[in-house]
Each structure stands twice: as structure tokens, then as C-alpha cells.
């Protein structure tokens, strides 16, 4: 009982630190202790008795549109489930995996020049991707790297960059947007939904692209995902702000480097609105787990599907 206790406190110690390490000037987290103990506590709960349950590596889901606090939940889940169940945690990202700026160079020059913007299915190395889960799966298990990508340059970094795995984890934190996303019907691909489409996709290359996509490689990766969590914000609105906050973020991290004005947010977010829009109706129901959010960028409440 002292034991747990002990690495319940010392959780809570990091967890703190770790948030103040997550604030900007003018951006500070609200109902830190309240968010702590009625969601975080029973969600890293629920993830260790599912643990339990299998008693083998499980790949936990966890998506959410932009700006919805992947990472930063990621990274308290990480702390609290080693802290206080003493677990092997590894968080990647399905950004990662995005191709090289060359292979989306191509092709931006063979399918749709709308490729070239990271973030879509079909913008992403499903191989590399399909292949680091299955050794994740894996019983005898392997060392194995996950690739790292530089959103402020846009591609790849060298592979002495990556991620070593070197012993299996008890838990696999797999976090991005586009996680568990369903494919569309053909026809309703046929309206645009927003100024990037209507211009830019007039011949419905890119969206049925991306869709085909969903239907074939991207189905096949996210039914090797044990535990979906999906992260449910208030309205699609909210996207802009909560983007524009991790781009003051990067721009502080990045020391100088490409980062996105406020019309580069817009113009970006709008590559993501398709999928993101079906993933705000489809995924509270498909889900294991629904986090929804509130206005304030809070756990609103979570519910077990």
C-alpha cells in the first residue's frame, strides 16, 4: 500500500512538472488537480486492467483532431502508467511516418499536387508503419527503429535520429490524427467541402485518393490497434485555435526554423477538414474509449463504448 502510494505522489510530482513544461506565456492549463484525479487516474486504470487482461504488448489508439492534446496526453499517460503500475511505455506518432518531402514530391507530380501538403492518408510510409507494429506484436521479440520525422522542415530526419526500441513494451502509445478513421461513401466525395477542394480538386483525384487509402492500407493498420481512445472536441472551429497554439509552441522550440503563419494554419487545416468532420461522427461510436472536451480545452468526461 506505502508503495503505491509512494509512486502515486511521485506521478502526480512529474505529471505537474510535466504540464508546466507544456505553457505558454498567456496559455496556462486550467483545473490541473480536478483533470488529474477524475480522468487521468481512471483512464491509466482502464489501460492497465486491459493490460491485465491480455498480458502481452497492447497497442493503445489514441486520436484526435488537430490541436485536440494528443501528445501532451500521451506523454502524462506515459508518466502516470509507469509511475504507478510500473509499465514499459513507448509513444509514437503516426506523423512520423509520414514519406520523405521527395516521395511526396512525386507524388504531387503523378496524382495530385495537393500530395505534396503532409497529413492525409496516403501520405504516410504504410510499410514502414505496418512493419514497426507487427514487431511490436511480435513474441520473440526484436530490436527495431521508428523513424522521426521535422515538421519544421518538412521531411524525414536521418535514420541515426530514430527512435531505438529496444526491449518490448508492456504498453505501445500510438497517437495521431487520422487514427481509426473510416472511409467514406464514393458519393459523398462528390460535394467540396471547403475552398482547397473546390479549386484545387476539381476532378475529385485527391479525395478519392485519399479514401481508397482509408479503404485498403490504413484499414489494415488500424484493426492492429488493441485499444482506441478518440478524443472528441467541441465543434471543428476549435481546430484553428488549438493549432495555432502548437505552432507558438514549435515557434519557441524551434530556433528559427519554417514555422506556419496564421493563413499557412488555415490553408492547412483545410487538407484535414474531410476526414476530421467524418471522424467527429463515426469514431464516438467506434471507439472503445470517447474523451470529449470542452471549450476550455479540458476532459468534459470519458466513456467507456
Known sequence: MKKKLSGYLK?????????????????????????????????????????IKFKQTRIIGLSGPQGSGKSTIAEILKILLQEIYNLKVVIFSIDDFYKSLREREKMSKKI???????????????KILRRCLLNLKKRKFKKFLIPKFDKSIDDRRK?????????????????????????????????????????????????RTVNNELKNNYKKIFKMIDFLIFIKIPNFKYIYKWRSLQEKKLRKSSKGKKIMSNLNIKEFIMHYERVTKYMLKTLNKTSNLLINLNKEHCFKSIKLN
Open 11 to 51: 506521478a502526480k510530482k512529474k505529471y505537474l512538472k510535466y504540464i508546466r513544461s507544456q505553457e505558454t506565456v498567456g496559455e496556462k492549463f486550467i483545473n490541473i488537480d480536478e483533470q488529474f484525479n477524475n480522468f487521468y487516474i481512471p483512464l491509466i486504470k482502464i489501460i492497465h486492467n486491459d493490460h
Open 159 to 207: 535514420k541515426k535520429y530514430w527512435i531505438r526500441i529496444k526491449k518490448k513494451p508492456d504498453i505501445a502509445i500510438f497517437e495521431g490524427w487520422c487514427i481509426g478513421a473510416k472511409p467514406q461513401s464514393n458519393n459523398s466525395l462528390i460535394k467540396p467541402l471547403n475552398e482547397l477542394e473546390r479549386k484545387k480538386d476539381k476532378k475529385l483525384i485527391w479525395r
Open 112 to 126: 495530385s499536387s495537393l500530395f505534396l501538403t503532409r497529413g492525409v492518408p496516403g501520405s504516410h510510409d504504410t
